[in-house]
Structure formats: C-alpha cells, structure tokens
C-alpha cells in the first residue's frame, strides 16, 4: 500500500479542509489487491472551449471584486446571521484569495476567487467539485468562528483553553478522528471539529450561527453542549463590544496572484488529485449482475448510472467517513472507469437501489481505514 503526501496548506494559515491534503490509499476490505496512489495527472484539454481562453489569463489581471460577485450576498447573509445573533460590533472582512481561510489570528476571511466570477466556477466546476450556496455559509460561518475567535482574542482566556485545548498545539492536517465522538459538534465534513482547538472552537461557533440548526435540542445530551452553551454565553457578554483585534492583514489577495488561471489549477490538480488504481471489477460485477433478457427491460450503462451518482456519493462518504474528498471522489472516479471497462449495464429505475448499495459499500471502504488504518485484512 502506498500513500502520497502532498501538503498544500500555508503555515499562516488555518484554512477549511476542501481538498485533500494528505493522499489516502484504497483498498478492498476483504481481498488483499495490489494498490497505488498515485497523482492524478494534471490536465485541462477537457474545459469547454468556451471556458479556454481564461487558462491563459493571470488571475491579478481579472478585475475580480468581491462586492461586484455573486458571491457577495453570502458575505451579506453571514452578516445578517451575526446581527441577528446580537454580535453588533463584529463584521469580519472578506477578501478574495486561493482558498477558503483565515490567516493566523487575523480576524479576516479569505474566499476562492473562483466564486466571484460565475465562468471561472465553471472551470471550478469542471475539474473539482464547486461549492453551492449551502456549502459557501457553511465556510463562511466557520471562518467566522475563526475570525471572531482572533477578534476578541477569546483563546487566551483560562476557560477557552479548558473547553477546547491549548490554542497553540502543534497543527497537524494528519489527525485521525474518533468517529461520531458525541464531544465534538458536526458541521464540516471529515470530522473536522476534531483536528484541532481552533478548528474545535470554529465548528462550535458554525453550529451556534446557523439559523435553524436548533443547537440547544440537537445537542442536548451531548458533552459539546457545554462549548456551545459557552459560545452562546461569550457572544451575548461580547455583542456590543468593539472587537479587540478589528481588522487583520490579508495573506494573499487576487491582485497578488500572478499565475494564471490554468497554471493554478494545474499545480492544484498535482497536488490535490489522487487515481486511484486497485480492482474493483468482482465487486462491481456483483452490483451490476448480467441481466435476465425480459421483454421490454430498458438498460442503461452502469458507468453513466454511478457518473450520475459521483457527487452526492463523493459528499456524503466524505462527510460521514472523514476520509479525504480527493480519494474518495477518486474512488468513486475508478468505480465509473471500472463500469466502463467491463461493460456493464443497469436496469433503468432501479438508481437509488444502485445508491444505497454504492454507498455502503464505499463508506465501509472508507471507515475500514479510518478505524484500523487499513483496508483489507489478511
């Protein structure tokens, strides 16, 4: 088994894990398989045509402007949420950057510039896996977590460090968490709240913000219901004061960012991808069995059917399992290729049996080495 480490994280930097930063490998739980991981090579010949000529534009050169994008009426909902929670006197800028992130203890919020331009998410779109609305609050209410946490310096105090952990632990993106720990809230995919006390304390801040989550009821029986009774006690004592730290400096805006749009996306591809090439055939055979011929059966490609699949597949296992989105949505990829080269073929209204089935399947994959650090046994 081989694994690939590719770190893509700035040490200024405590950002969102949307990619993957360490490359898991994957293998069948039950057969030992010969498996490697290796990058996924770094190609943009398959953008839309109409989509290309943005590759060779650098991105400082894009006129990108965050109020202008449409992008902007999430960073305005984000401050609705904060009035509406009483926090009067915080409103953390945002900027556009690389990636989702706050530099460390600067109270600001950088956003991929990719979502202020509604061709460059296209290409986003294209090659990874594009953010919707639902998933930009997400970040954006995390980030604020972070934000707000720097803003009134709230991790030197004695009862921060005793709710959450000592602020300045080393900061690993290797960490392997504890599966449906009842101590740590659920927000982000990949268990995140768990990978260290700021990441802790902004997930809590997350679940706090978000309208309707219902914290009190959700969480009540839980242990981390005391940090979200501590956020919900801070943030009323704070709302009306001026932030201690009320601006912060930004770590790399648009007009610093020199590459151009295809040679950002080339080094991310190289960093962040995976392929995954292990044999999945006997049990995608057992998915997808040869048909009994009937009179009108309508089939359809097995490959097509899981294609269809691949994003929900790839956020829920992601979510649920914590294993990096690159290696699972490479999984998910080498399953569609596997269908594809064997041949096999679906029967036509049976997709969310094909769903549910998948799902296990690849998240049992997942969890297999995520609890015993390995995916087959033998």
């Not at 398989?33 to 290309?52: A, G, N």
């Not at 950057?97 to 290409?123: H, K, M, N, T």
């Not at 962040?272 to 011929?293: E, M, Q, Y």
């Amino acid at each position: 088994m081989t694994e690939v480490c590719h770190s893509t994280l700035r040490r200024s930097r405590r950002p969102v894990q949307r990619s993957s930063a360490r490359l898991y490998a994957i293998a069948h739980l039950a057969k030992k398989r010969t498996l490697s991981i290796v990058p996924r090579v770094p190609t943009l010949d398959t953008v839309p045509d109409d989509l290309k000529e943005l590759l060779g534009k650098r991105i400082s050169e894009l006129g990108l402007i965050l109020d202008e994008s449409p992008v902007a009426s999430c960073v305005q909902q984000l401050y609705r949420e904060l009035e509406r929670k009483g926090l009067h006197k915080f409103r953390p800028p945002c900027y556009l950057s690389d990636e989702w992130g706050c530099p460390d203890l600067e109270p600001v919020i950088g956003i991929p510039f990719y979502l202020a331009e509604p061709r460059l998410a296209q290409i986003e779109k294209h090659l990874n896996d594009l953010e919707n609305e639902r998933q930009v609050m997400m970040y954006l209410r995390h980030e604020a977590g972070h934000a707000i946490n720097y803003a009134y310096r709230l991790f030197r105090t004695p009862e921060w460090r005793e709710l959450f952990g000592p602020f300045h632990r080393a900061y690993r993106d290797r960490y392997r968490p504890v599966p449906f720990s009842r101590k740590y809230v659920r927000h982000i995919e990949g268990w995140y709240a768990q990978k260290h006390p700021d990441e802790d304390f902004a997930e809590t801040f997350a679940v706090w913000l978000t309208p309707g989550s219902n914290w009190r009821r959700a969480y009540r029986t839980w242990p981390a219901i005391r940090k979200l009774r501590y956020v919900d006690r801070v943030c009323r004592a704070i709302g009306d004061r001026d932030p201690v730290v009320p601006t912060g400096t930004f770590d790399l805006t648009v007009t610093e960012m020199k590459l151009t749009v295809g040679e950002f996306y080339r080094r991310t591809l190289q960093q962040d991808g995976a392929t995954v090439n292990v044999s999945l055939d006997a049990d995608l055979a057992g998915f997808f069995p040869k048909p009994r011929r009937r009179r009108n059966q309508q089939l359809r490609p097995a490959a097509e059917v899981v294609e269809e699949l691949r994003p929900t597949l790839t956020d829920r296992i992601t979510y649920w399992s914590g294993v990096k989105r690159a290696v699972v949505r490479a999984l998910i990829e080498r399953m569609v290729r596997s269908c594809g080269d064997l041949g096999l073929v679906a029967e036509a209204g049976r997709e969310q049996q094909y769903a549910v089935e998948l799902t296990t399947y690849a998240t049992v994959l997942a969890m297999n080495y995520l609890t015993r650090g390995k995916f087959f046994h033998g």
